[in-house]
């Protein structure tokens, strides 16, 4: 059965709050007493995983009274926890603890982050929010995750805690601004998604370059393909070529070609579907690299903008 999505990894929780591993929910056990090697501590709290000495206990949790060393269980009627050690005289000589193992805590938190993060953006936002071509979620989600997560970790010890407003103030802010179309993510067509977003695909460093484009693409989405054919100068011996979209293949898969080793001379220059494109470098000197590649990805201009600070509401007559 499938599951919702979990917006952040334990990486990402860590990098916005580093302290994160100071808030497991841990609790140290005291009041032990011993009759025949049963240890047993009362008004413990619901024990499901224990600790000795920092390490879990790997016996069994026995269901009839502990009567091997590792053994234990909880009886809930009783509010009393039960442990079988003969090795140990006293059990207050250690330190017990119970707790949950702080991975699976953390993958529960960053769960429950995701599906309150899921409830607090707008109903035009997809239900559940989208991976990118790398299979990622958007930096703003992760985030955005992340921090609502650390907000959770921390106020099951301090409800009050300060720390704990100021990242969900940024949480919100970023909740803001999904939501009022100030933010972007990477799966929506934007006001310029027609005018191409250019990405490396390889490209030496210093080397001359696409750096704009101009014009509105007239088709449907495409990952426009650009390559230098010829390297050199920009004195007429450089040269590029473009491919587009065919029946079978987007353009970064080499469709169709549409511009063939055209010189490259600084200015706006033939893309195809209504853009052009201009290539240049960081100084007067530098050159083309051949096999330099570029993809733009481009939507139609007159396709429906998803992320629009403008949206409308119902209104109705009483």
Same mark, same amino acid.
């Given at each position: 059965?499938? =599951? #919702?999505?979990?917006?952040?990894t334990?990486r990402?929780?860590?990098?916005?709050?580093?302290?994160?591993?100071?808030? &497991?929910?841990k609790?140290?056990?005291?009041?032990?007493?011993?009759?025949?090697?049963?240890h047993?501590?009362?008004?413990?709290?619901?024990?499901?995983?224990?600790?000795?000495?920092?390490?879990? /206990?790997t016996?069994?949790?026995?269901?009839?009274?502990?009567?091997?060393?590792?053994?234990?269980?909880?009886?809930e009627?009783?509010?009393v926890?039960?442990y079988?050690?003969?090795? $140990?005289? &006293?059990?207050?000589?250690?330190?017990?603890?119970?707790?949950?193992?702080?991975?699976?805590?953390?993958?529960?938190?960053?769960?429950?982050?995701?599906?309150?993060?899921?409830? @607090?953006?707008?109903?035009?936002?997809?239900?559940?929010?989208?991976?990118?071509?790398?299979?990622?979620?958007?930096? *703003?989600?992760?985030?955005?995750?992340?921090?609502? !997560?650390?907000?959770?970790?921390?106020?099951?010890?301090?409800?009050?805690?300060?720390?704990?407003?100021?990242?969900?103030?940024?949480?919100?802010?970023?909740? +803001?601004?999904?939501?009022?179309?100030?933010?972007?993510?990477?799966?929506? =067509?934007?006001?310029?998604?027609? %005018?191409? *977003?250019?990405?490396?695909?390889?490209?030496?460093?210093?080397? /001359?370059?696409?750096?704009?484009?101009?014009?509105?693409?007239?088709?449907?989405?495409?990952?426009?393909?650009?390559?230098?054919?010829?390297?050199? !100068?920009? +004195?007429?011996? !450089?040269?590029?070529?473009?491919?587009? %979209?065919d029946?079978d @293949?987007?353009?970064?898969?080499?469709?169709?070609? /549409?511009?063939?080793?055209?010189?490259?001379?600084?200015?706006?220059?033939?893309?195809?579907?209504?853009?052009? $494109?201009?290539?240049?470098?960081?100084? %007067?000197?530098?050159? #083309?690299? !051949?096999t330099?590649?570029?993809?733009?990805?481009?939507?139609?201009?007159?396709?429906?903008?998803?992320?629009?600070?403008?949206?409308?509401? @119902?209104?109705?007559?009483?």
């Amino acid at each position: 059965m499938a =599951t #919702a999505p979990t917006y952040c990894t334990h990486r990402q929780l860590k990098d916005v709050f580093p302290q994160v591993s100071e808030f &497991d929910t841990k609790k140290a056990l005291y009041g032990w007493v011993v009759s025949s090697n049963l240890h047993q501590c009362h008004n413990s709290g619901v024990v499901t995983v224990l600790y000795i000495d920092g390490n879990e /206990v790997t016996g069994t949790e026995n269901t009839d009274e502990p009567n091997a060393n590792g053994e234990w269980r909880y009886i809930e009627e009783q509010d009393v926890l039960q442990y079988y050690d003969d090795t $140990i005289s &006293d059990m207050n000589d250690k330190l017990a603890e119970a707790g949950e193992d702080f991975a699976t805590l953390s993958t529960r938190i960053r769960a429950n982050a995701s599906r309150y993060l899921d409830a @607090k953006l707008d109903p035009n936002l997809p239900k559940e929010q989208l991976k990118d071509k790398e299979g990622n979620f958007d930096y *703003i989600i992760s985030r955005t995750a992340a921090l609502i !997560a650390a907000v959770f970790l921390i106020r099951s010890h301090d409800p009050t805690s300060e720390v704990a407003n100021a990242l969900m103030e940024d949480a919100q802010g970023n909740i +803001d601004a999904l939501n009022k179309g100030a933010a972007s993510l990477s799966w929506q =067509t934007t006001g310029d998604s027609s %005018k191409g *977003i250019i990405r490396d695909v390889s490209y030496t460093s210093g080397s /001359v370059r696409p750096v704009d484009t101009r014009g509105r693409w007239s088709g449907s989405f495409d990952l426009i393909r650009v390559m230098i054919v010829t390297g050199g !100068a920009l +004195d007429g011996t !450089a040269t590029y070529s473009v491919w587009v %979209k065919d029946g079978d @293949k987007l353009g970064n898969q080499q469709g169709s070609q /549409v511009v063939t080793a055209e010189k490259i001379n600084g200015d706006y220059q033939s893309l195809a579907g209504g853009l052009q $494109i201009r290539f240049g470098g960081s100084t %007067k000197t530098s050159v #083309a690299t !051949a096999t330099n590649e570029w993809e733009i990805e481009v939507a139609g201009w007159q396709e429906e903008v998803d992320n629009s600070a403008i949206n409308s509401v @119902k209104m109705t007559r009483r």
